[in-house]
């Protein structure tokens, strides 16, 4: 059920400002995909415009093509809402809903669209999708307990529960390790690994090490000078990328020395 | 070249001076308040007056002048706190004493009707008057405020109309409620005739000075959910609308109803727009929307302007009522506050 | 490709929810909720307008006892501004130096709660205000009116003193204690947001914490402060009770503020006069609340440009 994506030519604006420009690339189904690239560079941008995410900005609008099983994400007909019902997100904090128990909070895509659900479907979907997060073990004798109150790590798990709750085809990360301990990022990225046998994966990250560690492929993205757009200067497969890269500058980045 | 030593100790007073000042102070205002038989208040007032003085003065001559100016500021500002709230201290005292005697069983529980003179009377009417027009008119404003605030956090953004509506919220909490009266009236006037007299016109007045505090409280409550939740909530394909009345409304929910808490208590103790608009009666009316209706802040005037003792009586128990409503009310929006506010971090 | 698989394709069509007509039938209904409080205060002046307007230009026995509408509102107009002036004068001083000890002086951890404290004198009812001030304020300040006449009597505002102490001078403190809580939490606010930077430039160059106060707390609240003072003149102008209760009113231009025959305030002029009105009182009343609420408008409307103009100053 994974999902490739095919970015053609793709330009992002916050009103008059370009952000990103001609990005092209293919996000090959049931594989992690890394961005990666200094701060500001339009990385996390560039995630957001694959499930109409900047849409939430005011002004953000994208021009050039994005094509999810054959259907472009931005024709006129397309309803972002049912975009991120497809494509699901978790984002660089965790943001378990407050006013929701565990339980609650990994049903929320469907209760939150008011979807009526039977007692035992919904045990399972928690079940299963609390599972495939790594988290069951750990949460179950307390599903009925607000989401706020686990660990950081344990809360991106329950995030990304919720995430996978919904069943989406894709999921984008954007820096999930980033407000985490070392021994959370590691659980995540176990869970990564596990992850794309069934989804196909985005991760933005700054960590270097962690971008060689999950991806399968990787895009590293760059602003030409200040004030410029970014864009993508090399996207090849990650031990590649990692050992001998097309470009000079993505080699300088990758090595530390940056600039 | 040698350098001067640094000097870094320099004259001060002990940390207990002001202390000392004060008791000596007050001794010193003690003499002629035991000579002339002054009240403790007179004495207190004196004693801060020699302080003010006294506490300056001894400065200057061992701190200098800077320091001094310091410490007369200084006392001058606790001064002014201390006056400040001795009206509250005093009212409140007053309020206890002279209402408790005026409250029993029955003065709660009866209306004013065919009492005379001094027969006993009570404030059972005003009581119900000012339950139904105060829920009248929280239900008119609460919707409003709250949906007035969600277009504002959620819709608005910066455009012109936003700001044009944050500013009129902004005048309108400045409008004097007995024109909220008269307004309420000539709404009322136009529409059944002039002699037409109802609660519910009372619940207009007051619902015009209800809204703009509801929706300031519930901006400001909503503005506080982050935006980490709203994106979580879209990015499971939650639509907008959806978004907002299922994350945002029930996270802020305790601010909401705090807000709306204290709006209610803001306005149950308004008497000029009720007194032109709801009119007063002696006896029970329960329809909102025919006749005469007395609520308790408009019971304390009329009793009050009746000039007699039996009537300050009953002013003074009615305005402990009151005020034991309002601060309830105030109670009940902090614990609210307190116990209902989402956990947040961890 | 199996049927199976298709027919979960077809159902998973990006397409597939109509979502966008509850967006907007929901946009639709805060927007409107917006647009209802821009037609109410628009509808607060058109009808005080339409009512009032007879009021203004009835027969002159109406005005009794003066003859046109101008005579009928100026000494309440006068007496409004004095009683106004009274407040403001003792209530900022007040409000000042309890925002700043509530700010700057109070130990850290009362200080909530003392604001707390000051706030819950603005949720003490006018009608217990006035209330107060009849029956037991008057009384306490009748030698206070005695010693203005005797010593500053040669100023024409403390002409004969008032036996009682219900006077418009009387009236003035309740309504600077009224105001003085609003007053003191603007101030508050903005002493509050004075940059730390600056005050610590300030103590880093020696400053006493007077000096500190005096240098680089009250330049930057400047325009904070005279926002909340115009906003405490705006409730100033517009309280009813505590004046109805208080003063003893005479229809009668009068400088004397210690004396017993002041006019009321416009407001509390609407509410002594409002149950014995005939139809024509009615709508002279109701012109008389329509002048009120312009001016109290106005002076609201000054006080958030200053506010608003601070802020944008300040760029926040």
């Known amino acids: 059920m994974a999902k490739s994506i095919d970015v053609s030519d793709l330009h992002i604006y916050y009103g008059d400002f370009l952000a990103v420009e001609g990005v092209n690339l293919t996000v090959k189904s049931r594989s992690v995909t890394a961005f990666i690239g200094p701060s500001g560079c339009g990385k996390s941008t560039m995630l957001r415009s694959l499930n109409r995410m900047h849409e939430v900005i005011p002004g953000a609008r994208v021009e050039g093509k994005i094509v999810v099983d054959g259907q472009s994400l931005y024709d006129p007909s397309v309803d972002p809402v049912a975009v991120r019902r497809q494509i699901g997100m978790v984002f660089q904090r965790p943001n378990p809903f407050p006013t929701m128990s565990i339980y609650d909070n990994v049903l929320a895509g469907s209760r939150l669209n008011a979807r009526r659900l039977k007692r035992s479907e919904a045990d399972a979907i928690v079940e299963s999708s609390l599972r495939r997060a790594n988290l069951w073990s750990e949460v179950k004798d307390r599903l009925g307990r607000p989401g706020m109150g686990l660990s950081g790590g344990q809360q991106q798990r329950l995030c990304i529960a919720r995430a996978i709750a919904v069943e989406p085809e894709v999921l984008l990360m954007d820096e999930p390790c980033s407000a985490l301990d070392p021994i959370s990022t590691s659980a995540i990225e176990d869970l990564i690994h596990e992850l794309k046998t069934e989804y196909t994966i985005v991760i933005v990250t700054h960590n270097m090490q962690q971008a060689a560690r999950v991806s399968d492929d990787t895009a590293f993205f760059n602003l030409k000078a200040a004030g410029q757009p970014g864009r993508l200067v090399e996207f090849n497969p990650t031990r590649k990328m990692f050992s001998t890269p097309d470009e000079p500058s993505t080699e300088a980045y990758i090595s530390g020395r940056f600039g | ?346 | 490709m199996t049927t199976t698989a298709s027919s979960e394709r077809t159902e998973r069509r990006l397409e597939v929810r109509p979502s966008r007509r509850g967006d907007r039938a929901f946009a639709r209904l805060v927007g409107a909720a917006a647009l209802t409080i821009l037609f109410t205060l628009v509808a607060v002046f058109v009808f005080l307008a339409v009512q009032g307007w007879a009021g203004m230009t009835s027969g002159s026995a109406t005005y009794a006892p003066f003859t046109s509408f101008v005579g009928y509102i100026w000494p309440l107009i006068v007496s409004t501004l004095l009683a106004s002036a009274i407040a403001l004068v003792v209530a900022v001083p007040f409000s000042v130096g309890v925002a700043l000890f509530i700010s700057h002086y109070a130990p850290r951890p009362f200080a909530a709660a003392l604001a707390y404290v000051i706030d819950l004198l603005a949720a003490v009812p006018s009608v217990v205000f006035g209330l107060w001030g009849g029956r037991y304020l008057a009384t306490y300040l009748q030698p206070a009116h005695m010693w203005l006449h005797d010593h500053l009597g040669f100023l024409p505002i403390f002409g004969e003193p008032s036996p009682n102490g219900r006077s418009l001078f009387t009236a003035g403190i309740v309504l600077a204690i009224m105001i003085m809580p609003i007053m003191t939490a603007i101030s508050r606010e903005v002493f509050m947001q004075t940059p730390r930077l600056h005050e610590e430039a300030a103590l880093a160059l020696g400053a006493t914490r007077w000096e500190m106060v005096r240098y680089a707390v009250l330049p930057h609240a400047r325009s904070g402060m005279v926002s909340g003072m115009m906003l405490g003149l705006g409730r100033a102008l517009g309280e009813t009770m505590a004046v109805a209760m208080v003063l003893a009113t005479t229809p009668t231009v009068t400088l004397d503020v210690i004396g017993t025959a002041s006019p009321a305030t416009i407001a509390a002029n609407i509410a002594l006069n409002y149950k014995e009105a005939t139809p024509e009182r009615q709508s002279l009343l109701i012109a008389t609340g329509l002048v009120l609420f312009v001016v109290t408008f106005l002076v609201n409307f000054a006080a958030r440009w200053v506010a608003g103009r601070s802020a944008r100053r300040l760029g926040s």
């Open chain 2, 1 to 346: 070249m040698t350098s001067a030593p640094m000097v870094l100790s320099q004259a001060r007073l002990p940390r207990w001076a002001p202390a000392l000042v004060a008791v000596v102070s007050l001794a010193l205002a003690g003499l002629p308040a035991l000579l002339s038989g002054w009240g403790p208040v007179r004495w207190v007032f004196a004693a801060v007056a020699v302080f003010l003085v006294a506490m300056p003065l001894w400065s200057r001559l061992v701190e200098g002048r800077r320091a001094a100016v310091d410490r007369l500021v200084t006392g001058l500002i606790h001064t002014a706190f201390g006056l400040a709230v001795t009206p509250l201290v005093w009212l409140l005292y007053v309020v206890v004493r002279s209402g408790a005697p005026a409250i029993n069983g029955e003065f709660l529980s009866v209306s004013m009707l065919n009492v005379i003179g001094a027969e006993q009377g009570g404030i059972f009417h005003a009581l119900i008057g000012t339950l139904l027009i105060t829920l009248a008119a929280a239900v008119i404003s609460v919707p409003i405020g709250i949906l007035t605030a969600v277009y504002l956090v959620e819709y608005g953004g910066r455009s012109r109309i936003a700001r044009t509506i944050t500013f009129l919220v902004d005048v309108m909490t400045g409008i004097p409620s007995i024109v909220a009266g008269l307004f309420a009236l000539a709404l009322l006037m136009l529409l059944f005739g002039p002699a037409f007299r109802a609660g519910i016109g009372g619940s207009i007045a007051l619902s015009l000075l209800m809204i703009p505090t509801v929706v300031r409280s519930s901006e400001e409550m909503m503005r506080l959910v982050p935006d980490d939740l709203r994106e979580a909530s879209y990015a499971l394909g939650v639509p907008k609308w959806r978004t907002i009345t299922r994350v945002v409304l029930p996270t802020s929910l305790a601010g909401l109803v705090t807000g709306v808490v204290l709006a209610i208590s803001r306005v149950i103790g308004e008497t000029a727009p009720l007194l032109v608009v709801a009119g007063a009666t002696d006896g029970v009316n329960t329809n909102l929307f025919d006749g005469r209706m007395t609520t308790l802040p408009v019971f304390i005037y009329s009793q009050y302007a009746s000039s007699t003792p039996v009537g300050y009586q009953r002013a003074w128990g009615g305005a402990l009522v009151l005020i034991a409503l309002v601060m309830v009310l105030n109670l009940v929006a902090r614990v609210i506050g307190r116990i209902f506010a989402p956990a947040r971090g961890r």
